[in-house]
């Protein structure tokens, strides 16, 4: 063999490493571990300060919107709102927003500091508006004719309930019980606390009521990453309560999930379903954030172990907890930050399969920005059935250095309509048949 026919083999072995090098590098190491049996990564702990890279929120320019799937079509629902977080439909077709943002802890390290500042950046962090806001579309045409301050003066309002002529609110603090009758507009009776929480840390409480109105579940999610500053402050955080409307009691009805925040039920056979976030500082993919089923008694594991028996060995261990941890029914990729849930029945997304949505509010923790978008995934026989499918997004530009929006909760409006709540493009998106 010549010394050219040498040199040209070296170069096109020298330019093809180089490729999957950067192959490995821009595509392999950013696939997502997704799925019923996802491919984790082994854990590479990043130190006291995990990645950061968080795209600085700008919103939407003037008739700016989404990128929507085929077949479907985006239309603004509602803009200039609050930092809206949560949607939830009443019976009559109104749909109520909660407007309510995060608040910046005091520091209390150099994590605590460098994490204010990338919320900021990120739009998560400014004065809460504390509100409810009502919109109605009384004639049908997609666009509400009336808007009204519902509610004012809680406490980072979240999660909402109706049952029966009572309405329940979950702030950051506690769950409130108040009055209400079909068609008001607002109100001002006073509410009936049932049960308080402690707020802070990941400061959401959403609410679910079961069909018979007798119970509601409360999403409650942990006050650190990994239980840096010990398990008693944990306590009553990281897991999912069951309160008795009757009784007024409440019990942990499952634990270890580190932040459950939406959560729905599965028509086929009525299983409680969320979404969780995990745990940061572990690399892009490790471990993946989750959508899974919710058993009575069940614990998935934070702080000691992910996906099952995977142990975290960054914490003291419980090996009795670990023993019993349930893996997660479907991953949805390394820190996609999913939030909004619901059951979009068939027929809701056109062509598309019946499944669960879900509103990914996008990574701040990682070397390539993921989430930052609104999902199907499709279901068959009451379990998750294949990949999942892309209906809004659009959320990022300018090279992931700009967020025009952040998608959160997510809900099916009394039409058929397809809502999702955008806390940085303060906006409500209305996705229909096209």
Request: net charge neutral; with cysteine.
């Amino acid at each position: 063999m010549n010394l050219i026919l040498v040199l040209v083999i070296l170069a096109a072995l020298i330019a093809a490493g180089a490729w999957y090098y950067y192959r490995g590098r821009h595509m392999g190491s950013f696939a997502q571990a997704v799925g019923a049996a996802p491919a984790i990564p082994e854990a590479k702990p990043q130190g006291a300060i995990p990645m950061l890279k968080m795209p600085t929120a700008k919103g939407w320019e003037k008739g700016e919107k989404p990128v929507v799937a085929p077949g479907l079509k985006v239309t603004p629902f509602a803009l200039n709102l609050k930092h809206p977080r949560w949607a939830y439909v009443l019976p009559n077709g109104d749909v109520l927003i909660a407007e309510s943002a995060g608040i910046p802890g005091t520091p209390k390290n150099i994590r605590d500091y460098a994490m204010n500042r990338v919320m900021a950046r990120a739009g998560a962090t400014r004065p809460s508006a504390n509100q409810i806001t009502l919109l109605r579309d009384a004639d049908g045409d997609g666009v509400p004719e009336v808007r009204e301050v519902f509610m004012s003066g809680l406490n980072q309002p979240f999660g909402m309930a109706l049952v029966g002529d009572q309405l329940y609110i979950g702030n950051t603090d506690s769950v409130v019980a108040y009055p209400y009758v079909t068609g008001q507009t607002r109100i001002t009776a006073p509410g009936k606390t049932l049960m308080t929480m402690k707020p802070g840390g990941h400061w959401t409480r959403n609410l679910l009521a079961n069909a018979e109105g007798t119970k509601l579940y409360v999403a409650v999610g942990s006050l650190s990453n990994i239980a840096e500053s010990g398990m008693e402050v944990e306590e009553g955080r990281a897991c999912i309560f069951e309160l008795d409307l009757v009784t007024g009691q409440h019990r942990e009805f499952a634990g270890g999930l580190r932040n459950p925040v939406g959560m729905a039920w599965e028509p086929t056979n009525g299983m409680l379903w969320t979404v969780v976030n995990e745990r940061d500082g572990l690399g892009d993919e490790t471990p993946p954030d989750y959508l899974t089923s919710v058993k009575d008694g069940g614990f998935y594991g934070w702080p000691f172990s992910y996906w099952g028996q995977t142990v975290d060995d960054r914490v003291p261990q419980n090996a009795a907890l670990v023993a019993r941890a349930t893996a997660p029914d479907y991953a949805l990729g390394g820190h996609t930050a999913s939030l909004g849930l619901c059951w979009a029945p068939q027929g809701t997304l056109g062509a598309l399969p019946a499944g669960m949505v879900i509103g990914q509010h996008g990574s701040w923790n990682r070397s390539k920005l993921s989430g930052y978008k609104v999902i199907l995934v499709p279901f068959a026989n009451g379990m998750p059935s294949g990949q999942p499918i892309d209906i809004l997004s659009g959320f990022l530009a300018d090279d992931e250095k700009i967020s025009r929006g952040r998608p959160v909760g997510v809900a099916v409006a009394k039409d058929g309509a397809l809502l999702a709540v955008d806390d940085v493009g303060d906006a409500v998106w209305r996705v229909t048949v096209a």
